[in-house]
């Protein structure tokens, strides 16, 4: 009790409880609280507002440790941002959860959320309750996801026409580094993706598909891999380099006697003792090698390493191996060629081995570093994106931006809707929640109208990083829509002398634009419900 506060008494004998150290508490209450919630989200979404659309400026961030990472992928900068407000890192958290749920849109959800809570801002000092600009804002989220689906598109995901998901991917990497490799780097995704979906349950397993890179070579030298790659090379420099009709044994039992599992001492006090235990380790070798051989296998997988002998040895019994596989790619390599990883060498049977066409190392220039290829696999989903690249932060953002591309195109076999891009989706749910607010009496229509131009953010941000005039240019696409009725106009970004973005090709997926709309009117609800900040003074445990 004495960490906490002191137990007393009043003149009715009744306890209560003096809280200790409460001068040093900070506090905020009421419209203080809105206004501080508001300009750390506004501070937030205002450093990821530039980093929207093809022409968004990229970030730079180095890590403590001076690691350097260059990215215009929303989530990868809010990630490494050190963020220390709590309601900064409420949206954090919101592009991550955009991230893992859609994978696409992180960048656009942090910037709509700031803008709803600008927008909130301005109704608060007309003396708006935040509990009717929350209601507003629910009612408007409603219109604006009943108007998306409304405009949304029925989208054919075909094995046999491929043009139009290579057409969405496309969008999805317009905005990244990787861009002058757009169209290759979106066929590798739809490839990969088709490669591992089930088009007839709508599913997609991501497992199957894996990302590696190795630095040198050109972003244009990145390839889809129908197999595994592993970045390892054979255990011994002799072992032959390519290997066909690979039947390959999946261990992760190491190549060394056994040992018990209890503590032991062994004492070698003479050299035929010595001879006597070199012998027993020979033997033991060759008949685990006896074994593998038994089952007709002609490569071994290991997950475990071995010595130097058993390396020789194996390489004697013209029984080439693989050693220091990793868990994930040892798993990956058993489904992709139809084998079982064995644990135990007596329980290797011809049936557990996995088989594979081909084998093969693979060189890098003047550099000695060798990758292993298996193709040619019993389960031809297995797939693998190979990348090349300048230098590490090249790699690293081009899997990030094929980790999104691979998004888009897994979300649309689930849900084959589309929306236009553009910001025409945004300018359409505007119009349509400006209109429906007219019809509203109540206090909310002020929220609703609000949330329209919270909405429009996003097309004045595309327009103002592609270096036009951002209200002109709004203005005048808002202006074509209400008079066409046309809801696949926007900005146009790249300069191609239409805002059509249905003929620009500008596609993005139903559940993505959904999902962005949701989250952000969740959060924002969430925040306006908060009226009371307490929190530890400086100088004291934040525990």
Same mark, same amino acid.
């Given at each position: 009790?004495?960490?906490?506060?002191?137990?007393?008494?009043?003149?009715?004998?009744?306890?209560?409880? %003096?809280?200790?150290? +409460? #001068?040093?508490?900070?506090?905020?209450?009421?419209?203080?609280?809105?206004?501080?919630?508001?300009?750390?989200?506004?501070?937030?979404?205002?450093?990821?507002?530039?980093?929207?659309?093809?022409?968004?400026?990229?970030?730079?961030?180095?890590?403590?440790?001076?690691?350097?990472? @260059?990215?215009?992928?929303?989530?990868?900068?809010?990630?490494?941002?050190?963020?220390?407000?709590?309601?900064?890192?409420?949206?954090?958290?919101?592009?991550?959860?955009?991230? =893992?749920?859609? *994978?696409?849109?992180?960048? *656009?959800?942090?910037?709509?959320?700031?803008?709803?809570?600008?927008?909130?801002?301005?109704?608060?000092?007309?003396?708006?309750?935040?509990?009717? &600009?929350? =209601?507003?804002?629910?009612?408007?989220?409603?219109?604006?996801?009943?108007? /998306?689906?409304?405009? #949304?598109?029925?989208?054919?995901?075909?094995?046999?026409?491929?043009?139009?998901?290579?057409?969405?991917?496309?969008?999805?990497?317009?905005?990244?580094?990787?861009?002058?490799?757009?169209?290759?780097?979106?066929?590798?995704?739809?490839?990969?993706?088709?490669?591992?979906?089930?088009?007839?349950?709508?599913?997609?397993?991501?497992?199957?598909?894996?990302?590696?890179?190795?630095?040198?070579?050109?972003?244009?030298?990145?390839?889809?891999?129908?197999?595994?790659?592993?970045?390892?090379?054979?255990?011994?420099?002799?072992?032959?380099?390519?290997?066909?009709?690979?039947?390959?044994?999946?261990?992760?039992?190491?190549?060394?006697?056994?040992?018990?599992?209890?503590?032991?001492?062994?004492?070698?006090?003479?050299?035929?003792?010595?001879?006597?235990? !070199?012998?027993?380790?020979?033997?033991?070798?060759?008949?685990?090698?006896?074994?593998?051989?038994?089952?007709?296998?002609?490569?071994?997988?290991?997950?475990?390493?071995?010595? =130097?002998?058993?390396?020789?040895?194996?390489?004697?019994?013209?029984?080439?191996?693989?050693?220091?596989?990793?868990?994930?790619? &040892?798993?990956?390599?058993?489904?992709?060629?139809?084998?079982?990883?064995?644990?135990?060498?007596?329980?290797?049977?011809?049936?557990?081995?996995?088989?594979?066409?081909?084998?093969?190392?693979?060189?890098?220039?003047?550099?000695?570093? !060798?990758?292993?290829?298996?193709?040619?696999?019993?389960? #031809?989903?297995?797939?693998?994106?190979? %990348?090349?690249?300048?230098?590490?932060?090249? %790699?690293?953002?081009?899997?990030?931006?094929?980790?999104?591309?691979?998004?888009?195109?897994?979300?649309?076999?689930?849900?084959?809707?589309?929306?236009?891009?553009?910001?025409?989706?945004? %300018?359409?749910?505007?119009?349509?929640?400006?209109?429906?607010?007219?019809?509203?009496?109540?206090?909310?229509?002020?929220?609703?109208?609000?949330?329209? =131009?919270?909405?429009?953010?996003?097309?004045?941000? /595309?327009?103002?990083? #592609?270096?036009?005039?951002? @209200?002109?240019?709004?203005?005048?696409?808002?202006?074509?829509?209400?008079?066409?009725?046309?809801?696949?106009?926007?900005?146009?970004?790249? +300069?191609?002398?239409?805002?059509?973005?249905?003929?620009?090709?500008?596609?993005?997926?139903?559940?993505?634009?959904?999902?962005?709309?949701?989250?952000?009117?969740?959060?924002?609800?969430?925040?306006?419900?908060?009226?009371?900040? !307490?929190?530890?003074?400086?100088?004291?445990?934040?525990?």
């Amino acid at each position: 009790m004495t960490s906490a506060g002191t137990l007393s008494f009043d003149e009715f004998g009744r306890p209560f409880i %003096i809280l200790r150290d +409460q #001068s040093t508490k900070t506090r905020l209450k009421g419209k203080e609280a809105h206004k501080s919630h508001i300009l750390a989200a506004r501070a937030v979404a205002t450093t990821l507002r530039t980093s929207l659309g093809p022409n968004g400026m990229d970030k730079m961030m180095v890590s403590p440790d001076g690691e350097v990472t @260059i990215t215009n992928d929303g989530a990868t900068i809010l990630s490494m941002m050190d963020v220390h407000h709590q309601i900064a890192r409420l949206l954090v958290e919101l592009s991550k959860s955009q991230d =893992d749920e859609v *994978g696409d849109g992180t960048t *656009g959800v942090v910037v709509l959320a700031g803008a709803l809570l600008e927008q909130a801002e301005e109704l608060l000092d007309r003396g708006i309750h935040p509990i009717r &600009i929350a =209601d507003g804002y629910e009612l408007a989220a409603r219109i604006a996801l009943e108007r /998306l689906d409304q405009i #949304s598109e029925t989208f054919p995901v075909q094995a046999d026409n491929v043009e139009p998901l290579v057409q969405t991917a496309m969008t999805s990497l317009g905005s990244k580094i990787i861009n002058r490799c757009q169209r290759k780097m979106a066929e590798i995704a739809v490839q990969a993706i088709l490669s591992v979906a089930d088009l007839e349950r709508r599913d997609v397993d991501f497992e199957l598909i894996k990302v590696e890179g190795k630095v040198g070579g050109k972003l244009e030298e990145t390839m889809l891999v129908r197999g595994v790659v592993i970045d390892k090379d054979m255990s011994h420099p002799q072992m032959p380099k390519t290997i066909r009709d690979a039947r390959m044994a999946i261990l992760t039992c190491p190549f060394e006697p056994p040992k018990p599992k209890t503590k032991y001492g062994l004492h070698v006090s003479s050299v035929e003792d010595y001879r006597k235990l !070199r012998q027993y380790e020979k033997e033991k070798f060759e008949e685990m090698i006896k074994q593998v051989k038994d089952t007709g296998a002609n490569l071994v997988i290991c997950q475990w390493g071995f010595d =130097d002998e058993a390396n020789h040895m194996l390489l004697a019994n013209e029984l080439p191996a693989v050693r220091w596989v990793g868990g994930p790619e &040892i798993e990956l390599i058993a489904i992709a060629t139809g084998g079982r990883i064995v644990p135990r060498f007596s329980e290797l049977t011809t049936e557990k081995l996995g088989q594979a066409g081909l084998v093969r190392e693979m060189t890098f220039g003047t550099t000695k570093d !060798r990758m292993l290829v298996i193709e040619e696999c019993q389960n #031809s989903r297995a797939v693998t994106i190979f %990348i090349r690249g300048g230098n590490k932060m090249i %790699i690293e953002e081009a899997k990030r931006s094929l980790h999104d591309a691979l998004c888009v195109i897994r979300n649309l076999v689930r849900d084959n809707r589309i929306v236009y891009g553009g910001g025409a989706t945004e %300018i359409a749910c505007a119009l349509e929640v400006a209109k429906e607010a007219d019809k509203i009496s109540t206090i909310e229509q002020y929220a609703m109208r609000a949330f329209a =131009d919270a909405l429009e953010t996003v097309p004045m941000a /595309l327009a103002e990083n #592609s270096g036009l005039n951002p @209200i002109h240019t709004l203005a005048d696409v808002k202006a074509e829509q209400l008079a066409q009725g046309n809801p696949v106009l926007g900005i146009d970004c790249l +300069q191609k002398g239409t805002n059509d973005m249905r003929t620009q090709h500008v596609i993005e997926t139903l559940i993505g634009k959904k999902q962005q709309i949701s989250l952000a009117t969740q959060l924002v609800k969430m925040i306006l419900k908060i009226d009371d900040i !307490r929190s530890p003074g400086q100088g004291e445990d934040l525990m």
